[in-house]
């Protein structure tokens, strides 16, 4: 059974800094495209971050410069270190796999795998 399990959500003060995990289980996710993407009460799913398996990263805007996504492909785990976090950056976050034939990196549609979510609040 695929699983995207997410992890390292909470509240936090805006300035400061949190790391969100996503390990996946049921198969080797070291081909697929790994993604972040958050949603904010009354807003779509948005586009956050994407790694790709050979190791190229994209990033929304809003938050180019402040965060960075890695993975580990031995512990089958994605990573994104978010700095400098604004009120603005509260939002629900998930994770999602996207298989190597995807067809854009930046939509919810491309990703058939994922996770149940973690909460990131900054206060203000």
């Known amino acids: 059974q695929v699983q995207l399990v997410e992890s390292g959500g909470g509240l936090v003060e805006a300035g400061g800094s949190l790391r969100l995990s996503c390990a996946a289980s049921?198969?080797?996710?070291?081909?697929?495209?790994m993604g972040w993407f958050r949603q904010a009460p009354g807003k779509e799913r948005e586009f956050v971050s994407c790694?790709?398996?050979?190791?190229?990263?994209s990033y929304a805007d809003s938050v180019k410069g402040r965060f960075t996504i890695s993975r580990d492909s031995a512990k089958n785990t994605v990573y994104l270190q978010m700095n400098t976090l604004k009120p603005e950056d509260t939002a629900v976050y998930y994770c999602?796999?996207?298989?190597?034939?995807?067809?854009?990196?930046?939509?919810?549609?491309?990703?058939?795998?994922w996770g149940q979510g973690t909460q990131v609040t900054v206060s203000s």
């Open positions: 790694i790709r398996s050979v190791g190229s990263t």
């Open positions: 999602a796999a996207a298989p190597p034939y995807y067809n854009s990196a930046y939509i919810p549609d491309s990703y058939d795998f």
């Open positions: 049921g198969r080797s996710f070291s081909s697929y495209l």
